[in-house]
């Protein structure tokens, strides 16, 4: 056991609520605030001279004097396992080709299937491994981390156990997502109905019997799955027990209201929302995240964010970290770029990475500063909060705490 601090700030991010707009009053930032961590757990928040006075024979870390605390961020949804490479699709986008009509064509997320079919486990898991040890870097202590690239059972299986391998390797915990319905690959003979069949029928079962991941996501839009088709496996992967998660409003509207209906965690994209499916999110348990580095990536517009907040949805953002559609992977940047767009107080913008993020991912254990949580927290070296947001990312955690340990 130990304690650490003291911080000119501490940003618990404690006692806010799960949803609606937030205004930057509501954090209730302890000043020269210190934690006290056994194992792997917060034992104790508090001010410095409190702790220090209940805890003396205790050890303390010291930091520098202008610190700022604030929990590990969560990156709810990316698609981090993958190999190969899609900068032509990239530079075809930039020359004026739409994300749909290169998917048409030779390029898109089947570019990447074969690739990742063609790598060995070894290659995948070197890409994932250095992925995550950059976000680990750069403040994410928990990161989501979908399959979806394989889309045949051995390669879905094979994604899904390096991103088990990997998880046990590194101190970053990945939590694995099957998106085996991401599109109906290129050289699968069948209807889209009978693909989703086979998903629903020899690989879920498989993950479920290999304990691979608990959590299932599907693409419902144009070039992907129909609302029929993506109802038809919402409703079946529930029966089997998978908490669900939909790719939804990315380019028409309409599937966020069937995540909805079907109690997904999540509802992810949403820039095609509609008003009154922004209205119908808002009222559910279905968070609404924002996938800023994808509209960056295809040159698309923001999810409405400030409406959905405004609404009273809670709102998490995330990277959709991938080679097609969100390549540069940075949380805080994408973050503060919504932020400074949808018009976000950095009360919103910091629980959409933190705590409402843990709650996407059903995860009551992380993103806030509070006794029994886990010990992930960021230390930045400033003596202002609000400098966090003001560098657009270019301001990284001095350091990385993961379950107590210094990274
Ligand atoms: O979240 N929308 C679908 N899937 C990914 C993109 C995948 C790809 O293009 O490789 C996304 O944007
Ligand atoms: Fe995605």
Redesign the pocket.
Known sequence: MFGIGPFKQMLTMDGIPLKGALTDSQLRIISQGALIISGDTIHHVGTYDELKDQFCDLEFVTVEQNSVCLPGYIDV?T?MC?AGS?SA?YARRIGGKS?LEI?SEEG??NV?VKATRNASKEELKAGLRNRATRHLGEGVTSCEVKS??GLNKESELKTLGVITEVNKELPIDLIPTVLSA?IKPYDFEGTQKEYLDYVLEEILPEVQSENLAQRADI?I?EG?FSLEEGEYFLKRAKDLGFSLTV?AD?FSNGSSSLAVQYGAASA??LECISDADIDRLALSDTAAVA?PG?SLGLGINFAPARKLLDRGASLVIST?W?????PMGDLLLQASVLAASEKLSSAETLSAITFRAAMALGLNDRGILRKGMKADFLIYTTDDYRDILYNQGKLRPSSVWKKGVHM
């Open positions: 949804h698609h993958w899609r699709d994300y998917a898109g997320i990447t979806g690239y991401h693409f839009d992907a790719h990315q992810d994209h996938l994808c959709d991938n080679p097609g559609s969100a």
